[in-house]
């Protein structure tokens, strides 16, 4: 019996024994720490380059006449000298189909070396074919089609921006102090 007890008084004493010597207060800090992110390097800016456009159209060249200072010389407002082009009476008398005498030009025209019927596009295959050796290719594109690209591309530019701005969004975020900075980007126009 006397075991009984003394297990007893044990088992009261282990169980209750933080008690008999008070409570203590706990208190809990919450402190931010502050974690190193690694920033990745940012990528290099877009290198673009600007394509050249032909518009070229099937409708006759102007070839004008040559063109000669009146006497006194005149100006424009803006102080740019004007030019005359003189026609006179064709030599041989010939007449339009209204029956009207073809004027020409008295001085000849800037491009004498051009045949009557030479359109923009014979100009611009002629202009190619001296560039490039006599090499000609075609990549055409409808007006629609043309109008689609450009609404692809400013879609293309829409997203960018905006995935420019949450990359800023979260550097900054992360970095703490710094301003992040954007990426830009830089369009090569060449010399003409």
Not at 4 to 13: D, R, V
Not at 138 to 151: K, N, S
Not at 169 to 181: H, K, L, M
Request: proline share 6%; charged share 35%.
């Amino acid at each position: 019996m006397q075991l009984k007890k003394l297990a007893l008084i044990f088992l009261l004493s282990t169980t209750s024994a933080c008690s008999l010597l008070g409570t203590k207060d706990v208190e809990v800090i919450t402190k931010p720490i502050k974690i190193d992110i690694a920033q990745p390097v940012m990528p290099r800016p877009l290198d673009l380059k600007e394509p050249k456009w032909y518009v070229v159209s099937d409708a006759k060249a102007s070839n004008p006449c040559n063109k000669e200072s009146f006497d006194p010389p005149q100006f424009y407002d803006n102080g740019e000298e004007r030019y005359k082009r003189p026609k006179v009476d064709h030599p041989d008398g010939l007449l339009n189909e209204k029956g009207r005498v073809i004027r020409v030009c008295k001085l000849g025209r800037e491009n004498p070396d051009w045949p009557d019927d030479y359109t923009y596009m014979d100009r611009f295959i002629d202009d190619i074919k001296k560039k490039y050796s006599g090499d000609v290719v075609f990549v055409a594109m409808t007006v629609e089609d043309y109008e689609l690209m450009a609404y692809n591309t400013q879609e293309i530019k829409r997203y960018i921006s905006q995935l420019g701005e949450v990359i800023i969004y979260y550097r900054n975020v992360t970095i703490g102090d710094e301003e992040a900075q954007a990426v830009e980007i830089k369009i090569d126009k060449e010399e003409k």
